[in-house]
């Protein structure tokens, strides 16, 4: 996979993704809790607080054997299903 994002992210560590993209979406649906969009000024402390929660998360599973198997299977399988999505744009 030549894609740029190949380049700077590990497939093998996806943890900081699931961080930063879970900040996001956490981030977003909050402004939609009363069923329309409300400006709630999202600041960087209150994305990082986010982010820090789901790392920490993130620690806990990896301190289980069985929730750290089943963590890097999904991994494995987003990796996957990512390099069979990027060779289908490609074809």
């Known amino acids: 996979m030549n894609g740029h994002l190949s380049n700077v992210v590990d497939p093998k560590n996806l ?15 909050e402004t939609h809790a009363s069923g329309t969009w ?3 000024h999202s600041s960087a402390e209150n ?4 982010y820090d929660d789901i790392m ?5 599973i990896r301190g289980d054997p ?5 963590f890097e299977r999904m991994q494995q399988y ?3 299903r ?5 060779r289908g744009l490609l074809e």
């Not at 994305?47 to 986010?50: A, E, L, T």
């Not at 990512?82 to 990027?86: D, E, F, S, T, V």
Request: hydrophobic share 55%.
């Open 15 to 29: 943890a900081c993704i699931f961080g930063l993209a879970g900040a996001a979406i956490y981030h977003n649906l």
């Open 38 to 40: 409300e400006d709630n």
């Open 47 to 50: 994305f990082h607080r986010v």
């Open 56 to 60: 920490a998360l993130i620690e806990t």
């Open 66 to 70: 069985n929730l750290l198997a089943d």
């Open 78 to 80: 987003i990796v996957a």
């Open 82 to 86: 990512g390099k069979a999505i990027y």
